[in-house]
C-alpha cells in the first residue's frame, strides 16, 4: 500500500451524467487502479492507483481516448479549470445565440409560410447550419462512443435529429415517392433544428448552474483555517492544516473556527453551526460529540480528535 497514492483530476468536456459514467468506467479498466469515482456536479475525478503501474499521464491519455481530457498538472489546477470552464460557458452561449437566430425563421417557415415557393429548400438551407457547426459536437461526441460501444446523450441526440433530417432531405429531392403513392412529402427540419436548439440551452444553464455550485464550494473551503494548533506530547504547536493526521489532537480556543471535522476529546463549549444547518442558535457540545470544519467555537476551550483530514 506504500505505493498507492489518491489524487483528484479536474475533468474537461463532461456534459451528462453518462458522460460521467464513461469516464469512471473507462480509468476504472487501467491496470492499477485501485478505485475510481467521478463527480459531475464537480467535473473531477478521484482516483487511487499504484504508481509503479499507472502514471497520471496514462490515466489522461485513457481519457482522452474516451473523448474527455483531464487536468495532471497540479501547477496552478484550479485556474486552469476555472478558464477553461469560463471558455466552454462562452462557446456554449454563442452557439445558442447562433442557433436560436437561424431556429426562428425556421419555425416560420415550417408552420406558417410552408406552402410558399421553394419553401422546402429554404428550410433545408437554415437547418444545415445549425446541424453542422452548432450541433456538431453532438455528433462527433455520439462517434466516439460509438467506437467505444458505449451510449450517452450525444448518441440520442445525433440519432434522433439525423434521422429527421435525413428523412426531411429524402422528401426534399425525391418527393415523386410519395406522390407516385398518394401521400404529402412533409419535412421535419424544424424538429432537428429545436432539438439541437433546445438541448444546447439546457447545456448553457446547466453550465452556469455548476459554475455558481463550484464558486460556492470553494468560498466554503476558503473559510478553513489555514492553520492548527496540535497537542503532541503535552506541548502544543502550530501546523498548517494540510499536515493533519487522523487522530491527532487539534486545540481549538474561543472564537477561533474549528480545522477539522473530530469528535471533542475534551472539554465543552457552544459552537456556531450556522454555515452548516442556518441554525443561528449555538449548538452545546460536550465530550464524544461530533464537531465540523469551520463552524467557530463561541465560548470554552476544548480538544478535538481529529476524524477526517484533506
Request: charged fraction near 25%; charge should be neutral; aromatic fraction near 8%.
Amino acid at each position: 500500500m506504500g505505493n498507492t497514492t489518491k489524487k483528484t483530476f479536474p475533468v474537461l468536456n463532461m456534459h451528462c451524467a453518462g458522460c460521467a459514467n464513461n469516464v469512471e468506467k473507462t480509468v476504472k479498466k487501467l491496470p492499477g487502479v485501485i478505485e475510481a469515482s467521478v463527480n459531475f456536479a464537480t467535473n473531477t475525478l478521484t482516483v487511487s492507483y499504484e504508481k509503479e503501474q499507472l502514471t497520471a499521464g496514462e490515466i489522461r491519455a485513457a481519457v482522452l481516448a474516451a473523448g474527455y481530457d483531464l487536468i495532471v498538472e497540479e501547477a496552478h489546477k484550479e485556474e486552469r479549470r476555472e478558464e477553461e470552464q469560463h471558455k466552454r460557458y462562452t462557446r456554449l452561449k454563442w452557439k445558442v445565440i447562433g442557433a436560436w437566430i437561424l431556429v426562428v425563421p425556421l419555425l416560420v417557415y415550417s408552420m406558417i409560410l410552408m406552402h410558399v415557393p421553394h419553401s422546402n429548400e429554404i428550410q433545408l438551407a437554415l437547418a444545415i447550419p445549425v446541424m453542422v457547426f452548432f450541433g456538431g459536437g453532438f455528433f462527433t461526441g455520439a462517434w466516439k462512443q460509438t467506437k467505444l460501444g458505449r451510449s450517452n446523450m450525444d448518441t440520442l441526440v445525433a440519432l434522433s435529429t439525423s434521422i429527421a433530417f435525413l428523412f426531411s432531405l429524402f422528401n426534399t429531392f425525391f418527393p415523386e415517392f410519395w406522390y407516385d403513392r398518394g401521400l404529402e412529402p412533409h419535412v421535419y427540419y424544424e424538429a432537428s433544428a429545436v432539438i439541437i436548439a433546445f438541448v444546447l440551452t439546457g447545456k448553457l444553464m446547466e453550465e452556469r448552474a455548476k459554475g455558481n455550485t463550484s464558486t460556492a464550494i470553494r468560498k466554503l473551503m476558503g473559510m478553513q483555517p489555514k492553520a492548527a494548533r496540535v497537542l503532541r506530547n503535552g506541548v502544543e504547536e502550530e501546523i498548517l492544516i494540510e499536515k493533519l493526521q487522523v487522530g491527532d489532537l487539534v486545540v481549538v480556543r474561543p472564537g477561533e473556527q474549528i480545522p477539522v471535522d473530530g469528535q471533542l476529546s475534551e472539554g465543552d463549549s457552544y459552537v456556531d453551526e450556522s454555515m452548516i444547518s442556518g441554525e443561528p442558535v449555538p449548538v452545546e457540545k460536550k465530550k464524544g460529540d461530533k464537531v465540523l470544519a469551520g463552524t467557530i467555537n463561541q465560548r470554552g476551550s476544548f480538544i478535538i480528535r481529529a476524524a477526517q483530514v484533506g
